[in-house]
Each structure stands twice: as C-alpha cells, then as structure tokens.
C-alpha cells in the first residue's frame, strides 16, 4: 500500500524493528501433522543449509495490516462476494466500539482495512476512524460508496485516511458485477463529494477471469479527471477445492492478466508495490505471509486468512501460535493453489522475502511517486 513518503518511512521504520525482534509470544509454532506424503508440499528454500528450511522471515511473525470488520451486513448483494454468504447467520451482528480499538491494540498493525460488510453501515464508525488516528493508524475505509456522501460529515480529513472506493470496472461491468443500476454513478458521487471536501481518495479493483484489463485501463483514464490518490489491484481468489476452472483464474491466468502491468504502473498511481505486481505478472514467486494481514470480526480472529476460514480465536496471540501457518499457501494446501491476492502476499513483498537487489530502487521510485 501507498502512502505518503513520512509515512512510508514509519511503516519501513515498524518492518525493521519487527525483523530484528519480532514479538516473542507470537513466534511460538503450532505443529506441523507432518504429512510428508502430501503431493502439494512445497519447502521454501533460504540457500544457505541444505536446501529445505522455509525461508527465516517466515518465522518472523508480525501484523501489517489489521482487516476489521466491524460488521457484515451490506446493502448490496455483489456476485461472488464471500462475506454476505459465509457470515449469513452472524449478519445481524457487530463488534462494539471498544472491541474493534482493542482489536487494533492487540495486535498493533500500524494499517487499518475498514471493510465488511459495509463499514458505513456501522453506527459507530466516525468514532471508530477518529479512535484509530488517536492511535496514529494508517486508514483504508473499503466502501461501495453508496453512503458516502450522506455520511461525509462524520469524518475529518487526515493525511493518515483513505477512503477506498470498490470499483470493478466502468458503469456497465461495475452495475453488473455488483448487481444493481446506479451504483457506478453514485459510487463517482462520491469520489466526487470526498475529494472537494478535502480527502484522500484511492479505489480498490478485483481482476476476474472475465476482466478486460483495457476496460481497467480505461477507468483509471476516466478516474485521473478526478485526482484520485491511488489504485489497489487484486486478483480475485480461485479456489481450487470448488475446481470450477470457469470462473476462477489459475496462476497462470492471473500471469497472463497482469503481464501489461508494468505500463499501467508507470502512466496511473497504483497503490500495490512494484513486487507484489512483478509477483502478479509471474516475475518472482512469493510465500504466503497471511499473519501480516489479519482479519478481526465478530467471530473473532479468523484464520488462517482473510479468504479461508478453518477457525477463529479469541485473542490475537492464539492466532498467531494456534495456527499451523506451514501448512497453508501455494503448494502446501489445494484450496491455496491459485491464490494470488494482496492479503497472502503483499505482507511478503512488504517484508522484502525472495528479494533482488533492484527492489530498493524499485520501491523508492514508488514511494516517491
Ligand atoms: S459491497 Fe462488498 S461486502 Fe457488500 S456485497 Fe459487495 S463485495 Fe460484499
Ligand atoms: S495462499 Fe495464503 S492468503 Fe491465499 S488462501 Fe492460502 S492461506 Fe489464504
């Protein structure tokens, strides 16, 4: 994620200190079930003993982005969306106030993803972006916008807020994909209302199988009329388990996909780094990292990711030991097989695993920009 460049320099400021002495309490490992038969077992090599050890900042553990939702109640029903249906019988539900500041406490991820649900939707949620900047949080609000304008007034501006608006493509792929008219147009109503009042605004776009990455291209041409701060791009999550080759994209979709990214980064701000994109284009391979993004909501600490759920726990110490974090990501566990998305691998980007010596120039001419 992009942010402004003193920013920038406290989160590389958070990822050293972390490195060098990442909590004691959240290293401790669950146990592998050590199924060496398992035909997807892949080891991460670190070249330096005989080949085989994971790499070592895989047992560096530490949060980057805390995902709160403080709900998951919604006013759309968008095709494909995971929360609405998994989270049906808890729908009604969400975190107090105090409970979403401690959840933050807890596991002190200097960035907070508001999402859900939808976040405006919580009453709370004016108090909840100004407890959080208290804490000197970096905010990503995730919103479909369609409240945006009503509720503007509840919020500040800060340089530390984002809202991020989900957009899917132009008017006709986004109505569609979110399975309402209109949504579009109110959606850019609120880039529009945001940016007059002084905010920073960025959008957030999943890549499908049936993505037209020249309709993206074309969005982000629309959006530059509106000085929006930053584009996020994520492939949608293809889980291999539900084996519908149809609809989700394999690794190499997503290569295929994301093999013109290098132009669309130099001409619009995309918010993701330039090696979770060369990840993306098939460039680099990166492990999973999912406990640098954990999810928190009203079940708990979901794990073992922000996609899959095999548990939730209560505290964030119990996540970070109670989950067998080497039996997840590519090659370790069949639903992780085509998975791509930002929450397992931008926190691996972030961490500089499987680095090249070119990657601080990289990174440095992305945060300038
Ligand atoms: S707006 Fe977000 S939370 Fe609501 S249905 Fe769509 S994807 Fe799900
Ligand atoms: S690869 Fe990582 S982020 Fe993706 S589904 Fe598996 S555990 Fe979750």
Not at 159 to 186: A, Q, S
Not at 297 to 326: Q, S
């Amino acid at each position: 994620m992009r942010f402004p460049l003193s920013m920038t320099a406290g989160m590389a400021g958070y990822i050293v200190k972390n490195r060098l002495r990442p909590p004691e309490a959240w290293q401790q490992s669950s146990k592998m079930n050590g199924d060496a038969q398992n035909p997807f077992r892949v080891l991460y090599k670190d070249h330096s003993s005989n080949g085989t050890r994971p790499h070592p900042l895989l047992h560096k553990r530490f949060p980057l982005v805390l995902m709160l939702e403080p709900l998951h109640a919604c006013n759309l029903t968008c095709t494909g969306c995971g929360r609405i249906r998994e989270y049906e019988s808890t729908i009604t539900q969400r975190l107090t106030l105090e409970q979403c500041l401690r959840a933050s406490d807890e596991c002190g991820a200097p960035v907070v993803s508001i999402c859900g649900g939808e976040p405006l939707l919580y009453p709370e949620i004016g108090a909840l972006c100004a407890g959080l900047l208290e804490r000197k949080r970096h905010i990503y609000l995730c919103t479909n916008g369609m409240f945006l304008r009503k509720k503007l007034g509840e919020f500040k501006p800060d340089p530390r807020f984002f809202f991020n608006i989900h957009l899917d493509g132009l008017e006709k792929t986004h109505d569609l994909c979110v399975e309402r008219e209109g949504v579009f147009r109110e959606a850019i109503e609120a880039i529009q209302a945001a940016k007059a009042a002084g905010f920073k605004v960025s959008t957030n776009t999943t890549i499908y199988k049936e993505t037209d990455m020249k309709e993206i291209e074309a969005l982000f041409e629309y959006l530059e009329q509106f000085d929006v701060d930053g584009h996020m791009l994520s492939p949608a999550y293809g889980y291999s388990a539900v084996d519908d080759r149809e609809i989700f994209m394999t690794r190499d979709d997503v290569h295929e996909k994301f093999q013109d990214i290098d132009r669309l980064a130099k001409r619009f701000k995309l918010n993701s780094s330039p090696v979770y994109l060369d990840f993306l284009k098939g460039g680099r391979d990166l492990p999973c990292t999912a406990w640098g993004t954990p999810t928190y909501n009203v079940r708990g600490w979901k794990g073992p990711c922000y996609l899959i759920t095999d548990a939730h726990f209560a505290t964030f110490e119990e996540l970070m030991t109670k989950t067998p974090w080497e039996q997840y990501g590519h090659g370790n566990d069949p639903r992780c097989e085509h998975c791509m998305a930002h929450c397992g691998y931008e926190p691996s980007a972030a961490l500089g695993i499987n680095g090249k010596l070119s990657d601080s120039v990289k990174l440095l001419a992305w945060a300038l920009r």
